[in-house]
Every structure is written in structure tokens, then in C-alpha cells.
């Protein structure tokens, strides 16, 4: 912890070089609680002296009481869903349209029984550039999840690798600034040179 006042506190870590990671990095969260709901802002700073691959992403799980996800209503701002090797669970590479499959959420829709592990991009933004996941329940309450033109990805997750008891009982809507196994693809990494900093924001809010 490197600040805590009444609504915000920031943490901050130092990221060494080590195999498979060729510099050093500094990160700062800081989360800041307001009536509008919680806001989440992460800057990461190349103090390396070389350039340097950088992605984040966060791992919110979303909930409106509605026991199982079956009976929530899903609503993903996506219109390409990335496919994903069954085995390893990272993307092949291959991009498909979610228009008229069962991963089309863009209007929301009961997730039903439809399995959830997949990562999806090419998110719709509103005027003021942020994109935004709801998820509701049957009584009307709706979670909001938002995030800046920096998370060009999220990836969705029905749970259903959990435990028995955590299993299907809320849905992972995770921003990220690119996809999974980005460090080995090098799809949609940020390069900072050195001295360079990057900042990117989500928040979640009941509506």
C-alpha cells in the first residue's frame, strides 16, 4: 500500500527481470469508491532500459443474487469472439463473428446453459470511447462493468471449472488490453520504451 484515504487506496509493486521477462516494471493501482460505483485505474511504468512488452488484465466476477448464470441476462459489447485451442484454453488465432451463434450477446439474452470460457474483441464504445458488460437478474438489478479504449479484449466466464459450490454462481467479465497468451502471440501488446507509461481504467457499478 503506497496511499489509503477515505475512498481511494493505491498499491503499487515493482516487476524484476527474470526468464521470459527481459526488464523491469512499476504498476500502481489505485481503486477509488464513489456513489457511482467502484473505479479501478492501473499505470505501468518502464524503468527498464529496454523496450518492453506489457498487457493487463483484471478478473471482476459479477452477480445480481440470481442463484445459477443460468437465469441472468447477458449483454457483452462484442462483435468477434476469439476461439480457443480446447486443450490449452489460449486462442488459435483465428477470429470468428458472433452474429447468429449462441456467443452473439450484444442484445442481452439469458445465458441459459451455454458454457462460458471464451475471450472476445472488437468492442462497440459509446461517444465517450468506453465500452460496457452488463449483467442482470430477473428482479430488474443490473451490474455494469465499463472500460476505457485501452482494454480492446475481455474474456467471459461462466465458472464452470469452479469448485461445486462456486460453480455457475456468477460470471467473470474480465477487461483486458489484449487477449490471452499475448507474451508468446505478441497479439495486441502495448511496447514501452524505456521511461514510457501507459494508463488504463474500468470500473463497476450497480445501474
Partial sequence: MVDARQRTATVATRIFPEPGWPNMLDVAITYTLSPDGLEVATRATNIGSGRLPYGVGQ???????????????????????LPADPRKLVPTGS?????????DFREPRPVEALVLDDAFTDLDTGRDGI???TVAGNDGATV???MSSAYRYLQCYTGDT??????RTSIAIEPMTC????????EGLIHLEPGKSTASWWGVRLT
Fill in 144 to 146: 455494469e462493468i465499463w
Fill in 59 to 81: 478478473h471482476p466476477y459479477l452477480s445480481v443474487g440470481t442463484g445459477i448464470v443460468d437465469d441472468a441476462i447477458l449483454q457483452l459489447p462484442a462483435s468477434t469472439r
Fill in 179 to 186: 487477449p490471452p497468451n499475448a507474451l508468446r502471440s505478441g
Fill in 95 to 103: 477470429e470468428e463473428p458472433v452474429e447468429a451463434t449462441p456467443y
Fill in 162 to 167: 469452479l469448485s461445486p459450490a462456486r460453480r
Fill in 131 to 133: 465500452a460496457r458488460a
